[in-house]
């Protein structure tokens, strides 16, 4: 439905009233066109795996160290109270300014690219953990402390299992800020990936080529997204009684 709005958009405006030229407003089949091209001689699928790797070493990375940081929050006041506001103007800044220091230390190179990628979600994931504790139920660390629970056992039995729906919400918006962080590395460092695909769409003046990668980053968030944090997500709530929607 929507591809078929989309073609009448484009015969209307490029064809008919000849709105837009045919570079600036792509149809259809001319992305579609420019998918299987990019396909035909792997350079799409070189450009996924090479992301997607890229991807995953910077989100883990994040995902280690923003943990880290999220338990120390919560474990001690001085740097609760002396470093939550620097972590939260930290995550308001974009991941594009961190480049340019990033190309300073690393050099224009793999390593620039996954240090954008972790430091643009590290904060959001300490964030998320840190709420997600302090947001327990006081009568689920009562509970366990009365039957003897503490130190090790209270964190991996208690208050990490309780804490996992918003840890949960936290990986994920992490993951989306990873992706930005991802593109825009990818479009300033010349290097494969999809980044790279898209810059060589814009210097070509290639609409369609531009189009077709936006649209595959956008298919690959949607299926992560449902296959992996969708899945992990629906598991934890219905583990805790959270699925509103079969309550209802």
Do not use: C
Not at 34 to 58: V, W
Not at 190 to 200: H, K
């Amino acid at each position: 439905m929507l591809i078929a709005i989309w073609e009448l958009v484009y015969k209307i405006g490029v064809d008919i009233l000849n709105v837009w030229k045919p570079y600036m407003f792509p149809s259809p089949i001319s992305v579609f066109t420019s998918i299987t091209g990019l396909l035909k001689d792997n350079t799409l699928l070189i450009a996924i795996l090479a992301s997607l790797k890229r991807l995953i070493i910077g989100y883990f990375i994040s995902v280690v160290i923003g943990s880290i940081i999220g338990l120390l929050m919560v474990r001690f006041k001085y740097i609760d109270d002396n470093f939550r506001s620097l972590i939260l103007g930290l995550q308001t800044l974009p991941s594009i300014a961190w480049l340019p220091f990033a190309i300073l230390w690393f050099g224009l190179n793999e390593s620039s690219i996954i240090f954008v990628i972790a430091v643009g979600s590290i904060f959001s994931i300490s964030l998320a953990v840190d709420s997600g504790i302090k947001n327990i139920h006081p009568i689920y660390l009562k509970a366990a402390k009365t039957m003897g629970a503490k130190g090790y056992k209270l964190y991996s039995n208690v208050i990490v299992p309780a804490a996992l729906p918003n840890i949960v919400s936290g990986l994920k918006e992490a993951w989306s800020f990873a992706w930005r962080s991802l593109i825009s590395g990818e479009m300033l460092v010349a290097t494969t990936g999809l980044g790279q695909i898209l810059m060589v769409g814009r210097e070509l003046s290639d609409i369609s080529q531009v189009v077709a990668v936006m649209l595959v980053i956008l298919s690959l968030g949607l299926v992560i997204d449902k296959f992996v944090f969708g899945r992990i997500e629906g598991s934890i709530r219905y583990r805790w009684g959270l699925n509103v929607r079969k309550a209802l």
